[in-house]
């Protein structure tokens, strides 16, 4: 698995966008950007994920830079909800071996 | 649909005990895995199974062990429970595919006395 870099920690205010990066300087071609984020004690929860493109779901939007070595998970109107540690990870179809590191702990303020 | 299944929910142990924690999907996932998360920490990745009969170890296996005789349940067996083993534990399950994103269990809180 490519590595990944992660701020600790960031705020943001209530209903304003939240854009989180991510850098994976050493991503191979065929490995994919996923983004899951961990509210308080539960169950990590995905998010998104993306090849080269940028994606947009219900829940955010990702954008991969053009030589994929970077990226950014924007919520686009953050809520309280969405407090939360967000993990930015990379692998490919054949990478079963997968952890997650310290990530970024988003504190939504009001 | 129930999803992933984790139970119990909380348990606490002596060290020197022995127990199984459950996992359960009814997804039809080929991949279940098994993590540790520790105060302030990421998940790391204890063992894993690509399909029932076949599982490999992770990051971190030493002190448990797995088997896979059904698609749906990844049990995960502490055989001698010892304190640096108190962590909160999650399943994971997925497609074998492409785009394969995780789906994580509710977890198990494990105290190790």
């Known amino acids: 698995d490519a590595k990944t870099t992660q701020p600790p920690s960031m705020d943001c205010a209530e209903g304003r966008a939240a854009n989180l990066p991510c850098n994976h300087s050493?991503?191979?071609?065929?490995?994919?950007v996923y983004w899951y984020r961990q509210i308080h004690s539960q169950g990590p929860q995905y998010i998104i994920h993306g090849l080269k493109n940028n994606e947009t779901n219900e829940m955010a939007s990702l954008i991969i830079t053009e030589d994929r070595k970077s990226s950014t998970l924007i919520l686009p109107h953050a809520t309280l909800r969405d407090t939360a540690v967000y993990y930015c990870?990379?692998?490919?179809?054949?990478?079963?071996?997968?952890?997650f590191g310290a990530g970024t702990t988003v504190t939504v303020r009001a | 649909n129930a999803g992933v299944t984790q139970t119990p929910k909380f348990q606490v142990l002596k060290t020197g005990q022995s127990m199984t924690l459950q996992c359960a999907q009814d997804?039809?996932?080929?991949?279940m895995s098994w993590y540790r998360q520790d105060p302030g920490m990421g998940l790391r990745l204890i063992h894993y199974s690509v399909g029932a009969g076949i599982t490999d170890q992770g990051e971190v296996p030493n002190g448990y062990n797995v088997s896979r005789s059904t698609t749906e349940d990844f049990p995960l067996r502490l055989l001698s429970a010892a304190p640096s083993q108190t962590s909160v534990y999650f399943c994971?399950?997925?497609?074998?595919?492409?785009?394969?994103?995780?789906?994580f269990g509710s977890g198990t809180q494990l105290s190790v006395l």
């Open positions: 994971a399950s997925s497609y074998s595919g492409e785009g394969r994103k995780l789906f």
């Open positions: 050493t991503i191979s071609g065929n490995e994919y």
């Open positions: 990870i990379v692998r490919g179809d054949n990478d079963y071996k997968l952890s």
């Open positions: 997804m039809n996932h080929e991949y």
